[in-house]
């Protein structure tokens, strides 16, 4: 049996999202996402662990969909890809997070 070592539980996640960094920004796709983070499918250069980022990603509302600015640190990198932690989610966007996390689960 594997242990989780998260705080919160990781959903598969397919969608692009565009990761923004002090000497630019990369489009890539997430591997998987939680309230706490993400992984994405991203090897670049100027990431190198704790270095911010905001990750824009697109999600539910009760209106559609609407894009959110996540700021995050990068947690570490590997071959497998590039994991961020994010900081503190203003209220909208942790509201929107949960409901699309609730929605991969159905």
Same mark, same amino acid.
């Given at each position: 049996?594997?242990? $989780? !070592? !998260?705080?919160?539980? @990781?959903?598969? =996640?397919?969608?692009e =999202?565009?990761?923004?960094?002090e000497?630019g920004? +990369?489009?890539?796709?997430?591997?998987?996402?939680? %309230? !706490?983070?993400?992984?994405?499918? %991203?090897?670049?250069?100027?990431?190198?662990?704790? =270095?911010? =980022? $905001?990750?824009?990603?697109?999600?539910?509302?009760?209106?559609? @969909?609407?894009?959110? +600015? %996540?700021p995050?640190?990068?947690? @570490?990198?590997?071959?497998?890809?590039?994991?961020?932690?994010?900081r503190?989610?203003?209220?909208?966007?942790h509201?929107?997070?949960? +409901?699309? %996390?609730?929605? $991969?689960? !159905?």
């Open positions: 049996m594997i242990l $989780e !070592r !998260r705080a919160s539980a @990781r959903k598969p =996640v397919g969608q =999202v565009m990761l923004f960094h000497q920004h +990369r489009l890539c796709r997430i591997h998987d996402l939680s %309230l !706490r983070g993400a992984m994405l499918q %991203l090897g670049w250069g100027a990431l190198t662990r704790d =270095v911010s =980022v $905001e990750l824009m990603i697109s999600l539910p509302t009760a209106n559609g @969909r609407s894009s959110y +600015r %996540l995050a640190n990068v947690a @570490r990198v590997t071959t497998a890809g590039t994991a961020i932690k994010f503190e989610l203003d209220s909208g966007a509201e929107a997070m949960q +409901r699309y %996390l609730q929605a $991969e689960k !159905r």
